[in-house]
C-alpha cells in the first residue's frame, strides 16, 4: 500500500530532509586522503545525535553502522570499517536519520583528491541522472517515467543502470511502496499522486550492470570491478510539483 503524506507530515520530513542534508555537505569536507571510512562514520553519528537525529541505519535489517561507505567499484551498502581513502578514489556516502517518526534518506558520490576525468564524468552523469528522475515526481505522472528518465540518459552516456537495486517509497518506514526502479518504460508503474514521497537513487555503472554482494553479506560490488556512482535524494510529490526534502 502506498502511503500518502499529509502536508503537516511532509513538514516533518522536511526536517529530517534537512538534517541530512546538513551532515552529507558537512561530511563532504571531510573526505581527504588518509581518511578511513569509519572515521567518517563516526563523524556523522556524532552529527547525527547531536541535531537531536536517531541514524537510521544502525540496526537496520542487522546492518551495523550509520552510513553505508561504497568505494570506487562497490555500489551501495558498504559497511565502514578502518581502511583509509587514497588519492584518485571515488566514495559513495549513504545516509538516513529518523526525526519526530520520519525518515529521511540520500546519497552522494565524492571525490577523493584528485579523480580522472572518466571518474569525474560518470559522478556527473549520474547526478543528471537523478535530477531526470525528479522531474517527473508530479501529480499523474508515474514511477516508469521517474525510472525511464534515469535509464535513458546513463545509457545515452555510455552508462550502465543497476537493476538489482532500486529506489523506494519513504515515510515512517526507510522502505515503503512503491519499488523505484531506475529503469522502465514511460507511462508504466504506479500513478504518481501528491503527497507520495520517493526515495529516488540512481546507480550507474561504467561497465556492465552486472553486480554481486560480497561475503560480508552487504557490500555491492560491481561484477567487472568498473566504477560505479550513487546519487539520492528523499522527493515529495506537491500540487507545485517536486520537492527535494533532502535538499539545503
Avoid at 587514497?86 to 565524492?110: E, K, M, P, R, Y
Wanted: contains cysteine; aromatic residues 6%; charged residues 25%.
Amino acid at each position: 500500500m502506498i502511503i500518502l503524506k499529509s502536508p503537516e507530515e511532509l513538514q516533518k520530513m522536511a526536517t529530517a530532509g534537512r538534517m541530512v542534508a546538513q551532515v552529507l555537505l558537512q561530511l563532504k569536507e571531510k573526505v581527504v586522503p588518509g581518511v578511513t571510512t569509519n572515521d567518517l562514520n563516526r563523524m556523522a553519528e556524532e552529527m547525527i545525535r547531536k541535531q537531536g537525529g536517531i541514524p537510521t541505519f544502525i540496526g537496520y535489517r542487522g546492518f551495523p553502522k550509520a552510513l553505508c561507505t561504497s568505494v570506487n567499484a562497490e555500489v551501495v551498502h558498504g559497511i565502514p570499517d578502518n581502511r583509509p581513502l587514497a588519492d584518485g578514489d571515488i566514495i559513495g556516502i549513504d545516509l538516513a536519520v529518523t526525526n519526530d517518526g520520519f525518515v529521511g534518506d540520500s546519497a552522494i558520490t565524492v571525490a577523493v583528491g584528485k579523480i580522472s576525468p572518466l571518474a569525474e564524468k560518470l559522478m556527473r552523469v549520474t547526478r543528471e541522472c537523478l535530477y531526470k528522475g525528479i522531474e517527473f515526481v508530479r501529480e499523474g505522472k508515474r514511477v516508469g517515467d521517474v525510472g525511464w528518465a534515469i535509464s535513458a540518459h546513463a545509457e545515452g552516456e555510455g552508462y550502465s543502470v543497476v537493476r538489482d537495486f532500486v529506489g523506494h517509497g519513504i515515510g515512517r518506514q526507510m522502505h515503503e511502496e512503491p519499488q523505484v526502479p531506475n529503469f522502465g518504460k514511460a507511462g508504466s508503474g504506479p500513478r504518481i499522486r501528491t503527497g507520495m514521497v520517493l526515495a529516488i537513487e540512481p546507480m550507474i555503472n561504467q561497465g556492465r550492470a552486472d553486480v554481486e554482494v560480497l561475503a560480508d553479506g552487504w557490500t555491492v560490488i560491481t561484477k567487472d570491478r568498473k566504477l560505479s556512482a550513487h546519487f539520492e535524494h528523499t522527493v515529495a510529490c506537491t500540487e507545485k510539483g517536486p520537492w527535494v526534502l533532502t535538499e539545503i
